[in-house]
């Protein structure tokens, strides 16, 4: 049983929101040292080293650079790309390969810049669409939402309700990109940008990078790490379609993602002490919520109204802010959050908090990735 | 930006089959491709069925009849060519014979008031050097 068995060891991460000169390069050294500090090891221990590519800017062999930067010859080294999904599917195939005698000591890392780089990539067209006005990543979301509202009554204020709950954790986060707390009466009076949507459903555009250790718990007893957190249950999901192609647009292979995560940690829903939710748009977390098993399939407006998923409420959700507040890159500071809150260090520590999940999510709900974690 | 800079930056690659499909528009028809082995119909236009995975097939003329998956409206301009037409809609659409597809939904006054699931009817509109297979409700 690899249950528990493997740790996140150490969390790092750079400053978010504008950082203007620094390359994807550079801003992966910045979080791996840190997160090396964390753990209180020495590079020189590391033998892999997983990389999502930066998603502004794709560069072949770009694992290898990274490697060549941290001044290592890493027995696994490789970028993986699941989009969103790619940081949680890394931490899960670092902790196979150590399983099976392919590392021991694995690091896993994203930086990007797009937003004093270029962001073209976000609002590239949807080819061969462009032909429709089918361009960028929120109408993809959007599209998702406007079916979900019809087909179960989700409502524009339960879509604001999931930034007003992010929105208010981020503010009390000094790292956060956006410290500003939003009131659904500020949402509502925003303009449609891409109806259903408005500006505050959509995530943030940030450079920055975050990297995590991990490792064996036998490993990081030996080497004295001071708060290993480990990993109970990891699993994916990929409904791999296009938008357009699926059969089903309000349910997706996070389902399968978190019944594998679930299954291995030997827990249920009700067992989750604090969720972190890929938050990229206000739909990604309703919908994850439902397939995750925390509400029926159609009751996630309901589930996040009324501040349930704020801190206090039945599941706090995004306790840094997540996408829409803390930072928009995808999907590393969820975890970082995740191993804060079972250390019992996160700024809105959740009393009591024995577990944690933490959802990784991409494309347009193309891929996903799940992670549960527990107490050091 | 000219109509030809509009209708060079949006017109789809340039891919053997796609041209094919383009060119049925043209001449007024919108066509899906169905397969011979297993008889699945499908959007867009791919060599192999993604069903069987054989790559015998014929192309069929869609009756015109379909039905609302979901839309947007946007409300900002992503690329210039659009900028003179916000807002607009963009929607999946699920032709009778099964396949879906990316559309516009013309002709529905607010689309606000649109609904998933309602019956649409295809008008093919010349468009950007194009014929653009668009959808308006019964
Ligand atoms: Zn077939």
Redesign the interface.
Known sequence: MMRGKYVIAGIGHTAFGSLPGRSTISLNVEAVRNALADAGVEKDIVDAVLVKYPTSHFESIYGQKVAEALGLTPRINCVVDQAGASNIGMIGYAAMAIEHGQCEVALVSFADNPKTGSRAVF?R????????????VP?GY???A??HM??YGTTHAQLGAVAVACRRHGAQNLRAQLKKALTIEEYLEQ???????RRDDCCLVSDGGAAVVVMSRERARQLKVRAPVPILGFGQGHTAWD???RPD?TTTMAKASAATAFKMAGLLPKDIDVAQIYDCFTITALMTLEDYGFCKKGEGGHFVEGGGIEFGGRLPMNTAGGLLSETGMPGLQLVLEGVRQMRGEAVLQVPHARTSIVSNQGGVMHTHATLILGQP | MTDDEKAA?????A?PL?DQFWQSLKEGRLTFQRCKHCGNAWL?VRSECPRCLEADWAWENASGAARL???????????E??AD?V??T?A?VELTEGP?????IIGAGD??AL???QALRLVIEP??G?F?PRFTPV
Request: hydrophobic fraction near 45%.
């Open positions: 609002s067209s949807r080819d061969p669409n462009a032909v429709f006005g089918w361009f960028g109408a959007a599209m998702v406007r079916r019809g087909e303009p449609m940008m891409v109806a259903p949507f938008v357009a192609q647009m | 930056a949006l017109r789809p690659p891919d796609g867009p998956i979901s839309w947007v409206v946007y409300h900002r301009a992503f690329h060519a659009f037409r807002p607009y963009v999946v879906r597809m990316t559309s516009n689309p606000e609904k998933i699931d468009d950007f194009l653009v």
